[in-house]
């Protein structure tokens, strides 16, 4: 049987994050499972912790959102360990890509009998991301959203791109993506392993965990009127067949832009460009449905 530690951020949710672990918990211990648990302090601390868990051989649960999701697969994929989420933050877009349960009879199933699938990562700078990485409008949101935190999420998450787009000017980006250049002027660009972010959104619909490839979005500049039509499309993932909206994909793709934008990474902060994002196919064990 397994035996699991978790690692739960007491901020995230509003709170929410240690309830919902100590539900979990109880169910897991009533099966007979082996289950710790520990706060988490900072970025540092849940790669670390991760990182001894997966060494001793506990599957790592990350209870938080998609933030501590990314580090603590960080510390699990550098011990080839086994990483499982309970979603528990405000936006929680990788459990809604993997299609986890919300109930908690049902995810304690899951956490005791799911399988372990091998997905990909993407890897910049050293640091590792599992949904996406993004410049541009999205990024600016992002930051916004970030320092909003007293605003509920599914208003936040549809307001900031609004506030952002008031005062947008679209930069021009150079995109080397395995050799090809691109230079264009463009609202924002996703580098997508999961596709999903923004609480919901199915902002690179085809994007595939596992299939050993980045999908790379390029939303180009047309008028800013008609990004309201592209955020509403997205949510269904028919924003693609825009004709400002071109897919490719790549193992590996540098970014750079005209002005200083800021990187997001699964909702958060990863710096600025220019940067260089590879994927590290296979990279993370995680259960699955």
Known sequence: MRSFHALVNPISGGGVAPRRWQQLAELLAEAGAKVSVERTRSRGHAVRAAADAAARGDVV???????????AAEGVAAAGGTLAVVPA????DLARKLALPSEPAELAALLLDGRAQQIDVLESSGALVIGNIYAGIDSVSTAMINNSRWIPAPLLYRLAPVVTVLTWRPPTYTIVADGERITTKAHMVVVANSGAYGHGLRIVPDAVLDDGLLDILIVGAGPKRRLGRFMRQAKTGAHVHLPEVRVIRAKEVSLSADRP???GADGDDLGRLPRTVRLRPAALKIITV
Request: zero cysteines; glycine letters at 28%.
């Open 61 to 71: 649960v990350a209870v938080g959102g998609d933030g501590l999701v990314r580090d």
């Open 89 to 92: 933050g405000r936006g929680n």
């Open 261 to 263: 934008l800021p990187v």
